[in-house]
């Protein structure tokens, strides 16, 4: 599987973005699915994950409540709907996609799909 990530830009604290992320392949529906992101200076960190079906998922605590994961799994398309925005949400978001786990895992280490990155900056 390939992996594209798109939607990033420039919006206002408290504002709202949605990132995309499109797979190629057909077996998309038998993959986990995480959001990463990377701020400069600092360490890739755990975003969001969800499974196979959609069924689970999983949010770091810094975005639980203003973020939401989901996937289309016959469009091969995952998002992250990012509300609430804040200027510590800035970074290079980054989609992954496991197909080893029977969960969603919330480590990057366990990610060996790779999308590239879409820059997200919140203004204050």
């Known amino acids: 599987v390939q992996l594209q990530a798109s939607g990033g830009g420039l919006v206002q604290a408290g504002g709202s973005l949605r990132l995309s992320c499109a797979a190629s392949?057909?077996?998309?529906?038998?993959?986990?699915m995480g959001w990463f992101r990377q701020a400069p200076g600092k360490e890739r960190e755990f975003v969001a994950a969800?499974?196979?079906?959609?069924?689970?998922?999983d949010y770091a605590n810094s975005v639980k409540g203003r973020f939401t994961i989901s996937r289309d799994n016959a469009k091969n398309m995952v998002y992250l709907q990012m509300n609430s925005l804040k200027p510590e949400d800035t970074a290079v978001y980054s989609c992954?996609?496991?197909?080893?786990?029977?969960?969603?895992?919330?480590?990057?280490?366990?990610?060996?799909?790779w999308g590239q990155g879409t820059q997200v900056t919140v203004s204050s």
């Open positions: 992954a996609a496991d197909f080893r786990f029977s969960r969603p895992p919330t480590s990057s280490i366990s990610y060996p799909v």
């Open positions: 969800i499974s196979r079906s959609g069924g689970s998922t």
């Open positions: 392949g057909r077996t998309f529906s038998t993959y986990n």
